[in-house]
């Protein structure tokens, strides 16, 4: 089971996602209490260890842009969340490499899903970034043949039920874990872990490194 903390504003708290088992951590660059400098990012990113994929988080900013602050940030991969199209999410994957495209639950553009051409699928509420649980049969109709990263609301409370509802590949969190919004929470962060795998299939997760990391490299050919 993947496991991306998002909403990472700190050097501390992108260290302790890593030291929680996180195989993600996400940095905002779309406007929002969690949003990030490009200096500061690169800065966190460059101290963390080289299996942890770091992620920038974008919405309905141009390819360009997307493209120049992944790259100047030496990040590993872009989360697209916003009305991106086919085309821009194509074009974004040709420069950046690994591309997880966010669509919300229901919205009509998971029906032609393969065009997008990215990566994972990261399906979430209907407001994008609002912390609110959807309706998780609405994850009824996702492709079968990608990578679903279910978001939207999860918490260590609710993250084994949402897993046993939709089964994805992945989980995303970010306000679920927190002290207050920017600030993650250790105790949240260490169950949110705990429980998503926990909740995983057994033959799904395997530890190869030691530090509970999931080898995203290796599993997905990434």
Known sequence: MFVKICGITSEEDALLAVAMGADAVGFVFAPSPR????????????????????????????????????????????????????????AVRDRVGLVIKGLPAGDPALEHWDEYGADALLLDAPRPGSGEVFDWSLADGVPLNRKVILAGGLTPGNVADGIAAVRPWGVDVSSGVEAAPGRKDPTK??????????????????????????????????
Not at 40 to 51: F, G, M, N
Not at 63 to 89: D, F, M, N
């Open 35 to 90: 949003q990030m400098a490009p200096n500061k990012v690169r800065e966190i990113a460059s101290r963390l260890p080289p299996e942890i994929l770091t992620v920038g988080v974008f919405r309905d900013s141009s390819k360009q842009q997307v493209i120049q602050t992944v790259q100047t940030c030496g990040l590993r991969a872009a989360q697209l969340h916003g009305r991106e199209s086919p085309e821009v999410t194509r």
């Open 189 to 222: 962060v260490r169950a949110f872990v705990k429980a998503a795998r926990a909740a995983a299939p057994e033959d799904e997760y395997e530890d190869r490194s030691g530090r509970g990391i999931y080898d995203w490299e290796a599993e997905t050919g990434w």
